[in-house]
């Protein structure tokens, strides 16, 4: 019966080839896209799963008061995994963690490495990096051992065995490889390229460790995962137990969370330490996308396999009068879709290793197909099949096998409308869809634009910045005659960080006695920031060559009369109820000295768009880690070649690694532009299926009017009427797919705006552009059947009469 | 083998009422062959496929086999009907997508027989029906009377007790039209019961019995005076 049944549904699908490939392509590209998909939410879903003790691991958070505002944040004080582990029975381990951007060398290779880890000897124990050379107890324990990653392994030292060789990191530490490790997965927080021992760090001794100078990652290692929620309980307790120790004191405070390892990723408020978490809402919102998608094309099948019903009438007319049974038909039709289903299925898996690599560069993820080929997956993949082709076949074989035989064989379903109601419906749902995908997507973009195109305050275009260090700064006069004034080099900046997104934390306060003190951010600068990245003054002047020299005597203690003048911005000259005029020469105290205000910064934004401008201080410093320098932009390869070679004979220790400040502020919205592309892509492929299932039923409902359109062509209607009444019922249905999809789309995108402080307001063009796009396509899928017929002659078709 | 008494058919749409058949009392034996005409529109087709059991009748009694079978659900009609019933229609209704050993081995399919005795009967049955040598070809490839000799082959595989023809003989030339009718009336000589439907007074005649209808009702039964074979 099954043989049978498979191959007249084979049969079936091969003499309608037109309807088939457009079933086939929908399934196609709806379980491709949802594979994809599949296999992103699956990475997040597992993040750090491989960890065997994952379910035992806790990362500890502080939570702080302090000068009247309070935080928490995703590091603690060097002090806690030993005090912890030290005092609290359910701790079986612990582990600090930090990561360092190091410049390392080996003979003449030199790199600068931005996962260069630090970590206690414990970090084996913990987490399940699989070791390929060294003891896990063992390659940490000592000062100056380092732990490879394997790919650093091969860069470094390629067929040679790295164990016991030497690499010199930084500036004059030489550390010993006692290790390699496998790399780290993809879906893993921890991401090392180097781990060095923790005792090497100056911070490891026993003197230094304290509550605050909150840098390190912890880690606890529990005897028992349940104990977890009792233990977070005892902290607020055990920590003003030590309130002598923290200077904890009337409304300062100082506690810890503990947030599950297999948590952090995709539930955590708390930011990830060494990269972005994920979010939860984005796989509820990427499901909902994936389930769109395939539910776009399994109406695209609903729809073709019912407008085909008229051709297979007969067939099961006379299956039916033969003796087959309802249920029979059923199978046999369910059949069809299950067929094309194992079909799309094979392709879509064959595709999606030609299209990953796509999809993993358009967000940025490091996804493998092999996944697909596991049996857990394998069972999976055979679930969803099935349950895509009970939902796409149905529907279609319930109708199909409840024609009954006498009406069938009459000649009653020959120019049925039964189902029509369902497949406008359908089309309406899928256009509708698109619509709110395509509103989305000029609304995302929209807003990216805006950012990008938003006047900041400051200037950001051809500043490239470069990390740096002692040794660079103390050269620093030296690079500056070297390279300023040539190719096209305006200016030279010593900074601690960009303007793009500056976090340092400090307090001030209006009153010189420092009570009342407020968080404010502020950035260590020297005398040439305001012109490199070109920031006005609304009042006063900025920082000189004497104000970096003062701040330098004060920082060593070779002046202690000497007054530190800073600049502020105009939100903080607001704050403290002055005009920028007001504001000039005011002495405030700031991190606890008395200061004086020496100019007022316009406002700008040092953050993302998502916030408004917050309170700014700019204070002279002669160190800093990043070199800001600007280009006019004219001859940007041979600023850089120039600027490369002086570099090289001034600074050899370190490496010419730069970025451009447009890059760093464009990865601050890495996930907003991962939106936009998601949009994009998505809105593109639902327009496309929804064409196709509108070119498939056009084609068909069309055609059974052909005896009408003879008919009203020997009545005398021309072309154009004929094509504008065939097109335009299906174009109707755009129309109202469009009305449904209006406030759906201004609803959601109005939702997202709103997370940004400055945003554009949705416009009336993105509704009529979506509207026009949404009815071209439609339009294009169906003037080509519209126009055929209108073609036909009447003659001809009126024959059989 | 077949009573009907009073039966009924009333077609209602939300306007009108169309009674297609009214108060239609028949009786057929076994072995016989009835050939029911009447002008269009006069009820022909729904006495046969009520008959048939294609269709349920809006009142009246029909016995098929000695059982009532008028108020059957489409389960119960469609076990007698593939256990029963053979079917020959004037399009054929052959199915395009499958061959003629296929499309003849359908009923066989339907009555769960096993495939080894599929294939014989199929085969036998084609050969009967002189189709052997086209056994592989689809529908499409053949002439109309070859087609209607795979429609014949596929009502009588199943042997059924009763052999119900819609103008079979309709969409053919008069050549390949007297071949049908010997074929159908070979069958009768073999024993099975035949009710055919058709416009031509030539084809009736080839029965033994000729039931006229006018607006739904039998307006004359008369036997046919001499075998035409």
């Known amino acids: 019966m099954w043989k049978s049944q498979i ?162 990191v930084g500036t004059d530490n030489n550390y010993t490889v006692s290790g390699i490790m496998q790399d780290p997965p993809a879906a893993s927080q921890l991401k090392p390229d180097f781990i060095g021992s923790f005792v090497s760090l100056r911070d490891a001794r026993a003197e230094r460790l304290t509550w605050w100078n909150a840098n390190y990652a912890t880690y606890l290692l529990l005897h028992n995962a349940e104990s977890r929620p009792g233990l977070e309980a005892k902290i607020p307790e055990y920590m003003r137990r030590h309130a002598n120790e923290t200077g904890s004191e009337g409304e300062n405070y100082l506690s810890y969370r503990l947030e599950p390892l297999l948590e952090v990723h995709l539930h955590s408020p708390v930011p990830g330490n060494f990269e972005p978490n994920g979010d939860i809402r984005y796989i509820y919102i990427l499901s909902a996308i994936g389930l769109f998608i395939l539910l776009i094309s399994t109406s695209s099948y609903i729809n073709l396999a019912t407008a085909v019903s008229t051709e297979r009438a007969k067939e099961i007319g006379v299956q039916k009068v033969l003796g087959a049974s309802r249920g029979q038909l059923f199978w046999q039709h369910l059949a069809e879709s299950m067929v094309l289903t194992g079909l799309a299925l094979t392709a879509s898996i064959a595709l999606v290793p030609l299209f990953l690599p796509f999809f993993n560069s358009l967000f940025d993820r490091q996804l493998s197909a092999n996944v697909l080929l596991g049996p857990a997956f394998m069972g999976g993949l055979f679930l969803f099949g099935l349950s895509t082709s009970l939902l796409a076949g149905a529907y279609p074989a319930t109708v199909l096998s409840g024609f009954e035989p006498f009406r069938v064989l009459k000649g009653a379903y020959k120019h049925s409308s039964s189902g029509n109601l369902l497949r406008k419906s359908l089309i309406v749902f899928q256009f509708a869809i698109s ?31 470069l990390r740096t260090d002692q040794q660079v700064v103390e050269k620093l006069d030296a690079l500056r005659s070297e390279w300023v004034g040539q190719k096209g080099i305006q200016s030279l900046s010593l900074v601690y960080e960009t303007p793009v997104h500056i976090k340092g934390g400090y307090d001030i306060s209006r009153s010189v006695n420092g009570e009342h003190a407020k968080m404010v951010t502020a950035l260590p600068a020297d005398e040439h920031f305001l012109e490199t990245v070109n920031i006005g003054l609304a009042a006063g002047s900025g920082i000189s060559k004497a104000d970096v020299e003062i701040a330098a005597r004060l920082g060593s203690g070779s002046d202690t009369t000497s007054t530190l003048s800073i600049l502020i911005n105009e939100s903080q000259a607001r704050a403290f109820g002055w005009t920028p005029e007001e504001a000039l020469r005011q002495f405030v105290s700031f991190n606890g000295r008395r200061v004086q205000i020496k100019g007022v910064m316009k406002d700008f934004h040092f953050a993302s768009l998502h916030e408004p401008i917050g309170n700014l201080v700019v204070f002279p410093t002669s160190w800093g880690n990043t070199l800001m320098a600007k280009l006019d932009g004219r001859d940007i390869p041979g600023a850089l070649q120039y600027m490369e070679s002086k570099w090289t004979q001034l ?144 003659a001809e078709e009126l024959k059989g009469e | 083998m077949i009573r009907t008494n009073k039966l009924m058919k009333v077609y209602r749409t939300e306007e009108v009422e169309t009674t297609a058949l009214n108060e239609v009392s028949v009786e057929i034996k076994p072995g016989e062959f009835v050939s029911i005409m009447g002008p269009s529109g006069c009820g022909k087709s729904t006495l046969l496929n009520i008959l048939g059991l294609i269709d349920n009748p809006s009142g009246g009694e029909y016995h098929f086999l000695d059982k009532e079978v008028s108020k059957f659900s489409e389960r119960q009609r469609s ?77 009588i595989v199943n042997n059924p007790k009763l052999i119900l023809a819609d103008e079979p003989t309709g969409n053919l030339d008069s050549a390949n039209g007297d071949d049908v009718m010997k074929n159908l009336v070979h069958l009768n000589n073999e024993g099975a019961t035949i009710i055919m439907v058709t416009h031509s007074q030539y084809c009736a005649e080839f029965g033994n019995r000729i039931i006229r209808l006018l607006d739904g009702q039998v307006v004359t039964e008369s036997m046919v005076a001499k075998q035409m074979l």
């Open chain 2, 79 to 155: 076990q007698l009907r593939k256990n029963n019933i053979g079917f020959i229609f004037q399009s054929f209704n052959l199915i395009d997508e499958l061959t003629v050993f296929e499309n003849v081995e359908l009923p066989l399919i339907y009555t769960k027989v096993s495939s080894s005795d599929r294939k014989k009967r199929v085969d036998d049955v084609l050969d009967k029906m002189n189709m052997m040598h086209r056994r592989n070809h689809f529908p499409q490839q053949l002439s109309g009377g070859q087609q209607q000799r795979v429609a014949v082959a596929r009502a």
């Open chain 1, 7 to 168: 191959r007249l549904a084979l049969r079936s699908l091969w003499k309608n080839k037109l309807n088939t490939t457009i079933k086939l392509a929908g399934f196609i590209v709806g379980i491709t896209s949802c594979l994809m998909i599949m296999l992103f939410i699956q990475q997040e879903l597992n993040y750090d799963a491989f960890h065997e003790k994952g379910d035992r691991l806790v990362r500890v958070v502080m939570e702080y008061g302090m000068a009247g505002e309070s935080g928490i944040v995703n590091v603690t004080g060097n002090k806690v995994a030993p005090a912890f582990k030290e005092d609290f029975a359910e701790v079986a381990n612990a582990c600090r963690v930090i990561e360092y951007n190091q410049v390392v060398k080996f003979r003449e290779q030199i790199f600068e490495e931005p996962h260069f880890y630090y970590a206690d000897s414990t970090f084996f124990e913990l987490f399940t990096f699989p070791l390929l050379q060294g003891e896990p107890g063992e390659v940490l324990r000592a000062p100056d051992q380092v732990v490879l990653a394997e790919r650093m392994a091969k860069k470094y030292f390629g067929d040679e065995d790295p164990i016991g060789k030497v690499l010199r």
């Open chain 1, 435 to 465: 619509v709110i995908l395509v509103i989305s997507t000029l609304v995302l973009q929209g807003q990216m634009q805006y950012i990008q195109e938003k006047k900041l305050g400051y200037d950001k275009s051809h500043v490239l910045a």
């Open chain 1, 651 to 794: 600074a050899p220790h370190r490496p010419f690694t730069y970025h451009f400040l447009d890059e760093e502020f464009g990865r601050m919205y890495a996930s907003e532009w991962q939106a936009a592309k998601l949009a994009t892509t998505f809105s593109w492929l639902a327009i496309l299926l929804a064409c196709l299932a509108l070119f498939g039923v056009s084609s068909y409902s069309i055609v059974q009017r052909s005896r009408e359109v003879s008919i009203r062509k020997v009545l005398g209607a021309s072309m154009t009427s004929i094509i504008s009444l065939l097109s335009g019922s299906f174009l109707k249905l755009v129309v109202w797919s469009f009305l449904a999809a209006m406030p759906v789309g201004w609803y959601l995108m109005h939702q997202w705006l709103q997370n940004f402080t400055y945003h554009i307001e949705i416009q009336w063009w993105m509704f009529t552009l979506a509207a026009l796009l949404a009815l071209g396509a439609a339009f294009l899928s169906v003037s080509v059947q519209s126009i055929r017929t209108a073609l036909v002659n009447p």
